[in-house]
Structure formats: C-alpha cells, structure tokens
C-alpha cells in the first residue's frame, strides 16, 4: 500500500480556501485517493474520492495532476466547524485485504 | 441501524481484566474493520472480516487480542489480560464490499482505559 506524507497541522481563517497537499509516490495504477475528515470523539467520515484530475462534490474539490503522487484536497471557504484532522489515504485492491493505512493527517484550525 | 454502532461508548476496567468491545455495522456491509486510535495519534489497522472470516489479522498486536464476526453481522473485540498501553479508542468500520474504491462507514468509537 502505497505511504503518504501530508502536513502535520495547518491554520485558516473563516471565509479562506483551504488548500491540502498529500504526496503519495509510489502510488499504484489501481489505487483511488481517498480523503476522511475527524472531529474530536468521533470516528473519521468519508469527504471525497479520486483517481485522477479532479472531483468535486459539496464538501470539497479533489486534484489530482497526471501523475498521481500527489493530491490536493480543496476546502472552500473554510468555517469554524471544519476545525477538524483530515487524512489523505491511498488504498490498492488486494484480494485478501483492504485496509485503510491513516497517517498522523493534518490538523486544521480554523480561527475567526 | 443507520450508522455504525458501537458499543459501550466508554469502558474502564482495571489491569489484568478481559474485555469485550461490540461493532454492529451497517445493514448489508459485508467487509468490517477494527482500527485502534491512540491519543493524538492516527489509526491503526487491528483486522478486517469479509463476511464471518478474517483474511487479514495482521494487525492485531499480541495473542491477547481476538475478534470474530457472526451471521456476517455483528463482530466482537477481545482483550485478555489488559495491560495499560492498551488503552485507547477501538473502531470500528465496515463497507459494502472488499475493493479498492469502498467507502469505510466508521462509528464513533469505544474508549477503552486501562488503570
């Protein structure tokens, strides 16, 4: 399963774009991006899916250049409630498993 | 039910004693999950089910940890002989099917402390 390497922790304020980078370089030709968001007590929550270009859902926007090691999570104008850990996640399709490999993500503050 | 339920919601229990963690996932997921979340840490991967078997248990730290999962359902988490560093929150996951482009559901979590 391919690693991925993100920002340890990033800060915003309300009504900014957010923009997060994950690297992934040995992504394999069958692996989808995957993004998950977690708030405090709470377990992660699916935000969006991509394999390459770009996605775009009403949460956020997905890009994903040519080659694929690497992705950029878009979070338009950013609010105190998307104060949050988010964790870029590269999975491949394995017949015997498919589990997720979280990183430490990268914790967004927003600030008002 | 709608989510991913896990039950109890908070455990404590003293070194030495066994617990047992419950996951029931969504209605129709054949693929569950267990990772374990340290504080401030990301998610660890413990075992996954596909359907009632467990191609994959790589994950599960010392034979003091099990799980099984029935009727393609319900799956349960055990810890013998707790220790300390067990302490953590336990979660649970599951998905329609066993691909590279599912969606895992999560629940919120068990908090497990071990004193």
């Known amino acids: 399963l391919a690693k991925t390497t993100q920002p340890i922790s990033m800060d915003s304020y309300e009504g900014q774009e957010v923009n997060i980078t994950c690297s992934h370089n040995?992504?394999?030709?069958?692996?989808?991006i995957t993004w998950y968001q977690q708030f405090p007590s709470q377990g992660p929550r699916f935000i969006i899916q991509?394999?390459?270009t770009k996605v775009t859902n009403e949460v956020a926007s997905l890009f994903i250049p040519a080659d694929r090691k690497s992705s950029t999570l878009s979070l338009p104008r950013v609010s105190l409630s998307d104060t949050a850990v988010y964790y870029c996640?590269?999975?491949?399709?394995?017949?015997?498993?498919?589990?997720?490999?979280f990183g430490t993500g990268t914790r967004l503050q927003v600030f008002p | 039910g709608a989510g991913v339920s896990q039950s109890p919601s908070n455990k404590v229990t003293e070194k030495g004693k066994d617990v047992e963690l419950r996951c029931d996932p969504i209605?129709?997921?054949?693929?569950l999950y267990w990772y374990r979340q340290s504080l401030g840490q990301g998610l660890e991967f413990l075992i996954y089910?596909?359907?009632?078997?467990?191609?994959?248990k790589s994950g599960l730290p010392s034979d003091r940890f099990s799980a099984e999962r029935t009727g393609g359902s319900v799956s349960t988490l055990t810890i013998q002989r707790t220790q300390q560093e067990d302490s953590a929150v336990y979660l649970c996951?599951?998905?329609?099917?066993?691909?590279?482009?599912?969606?895992?559901?999560f629940g919120a979590g068990t908090r497990l402390s071990v004193l």
């Open positions: 996951a599951s998905s329609l099917a066993s691909f590279s482009k599912n969606i895992q559901y």
């Open positions: 040995n992504i394999a030709t069958n692996d989808y």
């Open positions: 991509g394999y390459k």
């Open positions: 996640l590269v999975g491949g399709r394995d017949f015997n498993t498919d589990k997720l490999i």
């Open positions: 209605s129709g997921h054949t693929a």
């Open positions: 089910f596909q359907g009632n078997s467990a191609p994959d």
